[in-house]
């Protein structure tokens, strides 16, 4: 094969995957078609963490509200880039590593946002095995956990929900202005579950709300009997799990002055 038809064969291969990526990303596959409340809750079953709506940890040391402000960004450097250190437990396959550091990865050509292996940064993003899909919002200062359990959290949009946590955002279905976009069917709830669906007191960005967000919750998360506990009032699909939404990544620019 002569050096020109071998360069227009590497160039259709790395278009060919580039499609590919893009397909898996925005289309899903027969393996992520489980709604993302389902995957995480399921995975998140009997977990002995301490956490707020399904898959936040609870503070240690503040008020998570607190992260509404600025106090619990990742730090900008002067070049305008948002460098995020982070370590891979040795628990994680190559392949199982290739997947996590791809989700990481897709931050980069859409915003400001830089994850990079750790040197010896003080603040980073430990990424570990431990018994469920789960986060703490925002930065937090030294050594945060992000979990994703090799049974149920290695998927782009997972690792993409529980680092938009990481990086401070909440869930969509908790936004202060939800109520006018979907119904919360109370009677669908446990008694002791239903605080996770308490508003917060969010800044929203001037965007709209978002029904195709990573962030957003499925139709029956938390359900006692199998009902839908979230109904949107536009009969709008909502708990993809395929990757973030164009609105998500406007957000994070914005948060994050991209």
């Excluded at 789960?134 to 290695?154: D, E, H, K, M, T």
């Excluded at 978002?210 to 109904?231: E, K, L, P, W």
């Amino acid at each position: 094969m002569s050096p020109v038809a071998s360069l227009l064969m590497l160039l259709l291969l790395g278009l060919a995957q580039a499609q590919q990526d893009m397909d898996e990303e925005f289309s899903g596959n027969d393996e992520e078609t489980i709604d993302i409340t389902t995957a995480i809750l399921t995975t998140n079953n009997g977990t002995s963490e301490l956490l707020m709506e399904g898959d936040m940890l609870l503070p240690q040391t503040r008020n998570a509200l607190r992260c509404l402000s600025n106090s619990c960004l990742w730090r900008k450097s002067s070049n305008g880039l948002v460098t995020i250190p982070y370590i891979l437990s040795p628990q994680f396959s190559g392949m199982e590593r290739q997947k996590i550091e791809r989700a990481l990865q897709s931050f980069h050509g859409r915003s400001c946002i830089r994850f990079v292996p750790r040197r010896n940064e003080y603040d980073f993003i430990s990424v570990e095995n431990k018994g469920g899909c789960f986060a703490a919002l925002g930065r937090q200062g030294g050594r945060q956990v992000v979990s994703l359990n090799r049974q149920g959290c290695i998927y782009h949009g997972i690792i993409q929900h529980e680092f938009l946590h990481a990086l401070g955002f909440l869930h969509e279905q908790t936004r202060s202005d939800r109520d006018s976009y979907v119904r919360i069917i109370w009677q669908n709830i446990d008694p002791q579950m239903a605080f996770n669906f308490d508003k917060k007191n969010t800044n929203n960005l001037n965007t709209r709300y978002d029904y195709s967000s990573i962030m957003h919750y499925g139709r029956t998360a938390f359900s006692i009997n199998g009902r839908d506990t979230i109904v949107p009032n536009s009969g709008a699909n909502i708990g993809q799990r395929q990757g973030m939404s164009r609105i998500d990544i406007t957000r994070l620019n914005i948060l994050y002055g991209c």
